[in-house]
């Protein structure tokens, strides 16, 4: 198949195939070579700009050896990446959401997240995103069910591949002020967190921080999450927005992705600097 505008589906499809790739040790000489193809094609899949057809898909994930429950998953988001598209979102309904989100965000070299209720993913410590799945069990999934802790240890898996990463990559977040005053449980798990988030600033001098006070007027976010990914020149932006329930829901549309740079940007704007941000994160610390 020939190149194709890189969708979210045929950009999460070939991010995936690039990690498994990666983590089976082989080269793209090899994918290239296993499915009869030149190199220029395992490039081009991995990005997002061409597809892949029925039989070399199931060639390359026999190389990758991926069988069972994630093979099925991989060759249905194939099916998707093949479809012309004809939605402004997509809806990721299929198994392993969370790992092709982790995929985005590994490979972004540039992240720009705002929550208006609870402290961004990447900067939660590891008592917030226990005392954070612990407020849902019961809720969202039966009290002790197991998937609650793999949902834990798969997001404290990515925070470790986030922060370990040595590839440069900007990163802007902007944290509701009331996300730094609320309940966790305990006082400790909120002191812990506003002492992680110092620490986070001091190690990545390519992270910023900025609060936003709870009494500005004029933010466009209100009651929701907003993130943009941004990926050089490599590949077009993607936009995701936060939801308590359901699946997750990408933006890739040119106007789409316009819209929430607007957004970011006008909060960004309301929020405090840098400076004053980090200092009321101390003060909150210290208290």
Excluded at 168 to 178: D, L, Q
Excluded at 227 to 232: E, K, N, P, R, W
Aim: aromatic share 8%; hydrophobic share 40%.
């Amino acid at each position: 198949m020939g190149q194709a505008r890189p969708t979210v589906e045929r950009r999460q499809l070939g991010l995936t195939l690039r990690r498994l790739r990666d983590e089976a040790g082989l080269t793209q000489d090899v994918a290239a070579a296993a499915i009869g193809k030149a190199r220029t094609k395992i490039v081009a899949l991995e990005d997002g700009t061409t597809t892949a057809t029925v039989d070399d898909l199931v060639a390359l994930l026999d190389l990758y050896e991926v069988h069972g429950a994630d093979r099925n998953s991989l060759l249905e988001l194939g099916v998707r990446a093949r479809k012309r598209p004809k939605r402004r979102v997509t809806v990721d309904t299929l198994p392993d959401a969370y790992d092709r989100f982790a995929n985005l965000e590994a490979r972004a070299t540039e992240i720009s997240w705002y929550e208006s209720s609870i402290i961004p993913g990447p900067l939660q410590s590891v008592g917030y995103v226990r005392a954070v799945f612990e407020e849902g069990e019961g809720v969202w999934w039966a009290k002790g069910d197991p998937e609650g802790e793999d949902r834990v240890n798969f997001r404290l898996r990515r925070l470790e591949k986030l922060w370990g990463s040595t590839e440069p990559k900007r990163m802007r977040y902007v944290v509701a002020k009331e996300a730094l005053h609320a309940n966790m449980g305990h006082p400790d798990i909120m002191r812990g967190q506003l002492r992680h988030m110092l620490s986070l600033l001091y190690q990545c001098e390519d992270l910023a921080i900025r609060v936003l006070p709870s009494d500005v007027y004029g933010n466009p976010g209100r009651g929701n999450g907003l993130l943009i990914f941004d990926f050089g020149d490599e590949n077009a932006p993607v936009g995701w927005s936060s939801a308590v329930i359901g699946p997750s829901t990408y933006y890739d549309e040119p106007s789409d992705i316009a819209a929430l740079r607007r957004a970011f940007e006008r909060i960004w704007e309301l929020s405090l600097s840098e400076r004053d941000s980090k200092r009321l994160i101390t003060e909150l610390e210290e208290a």
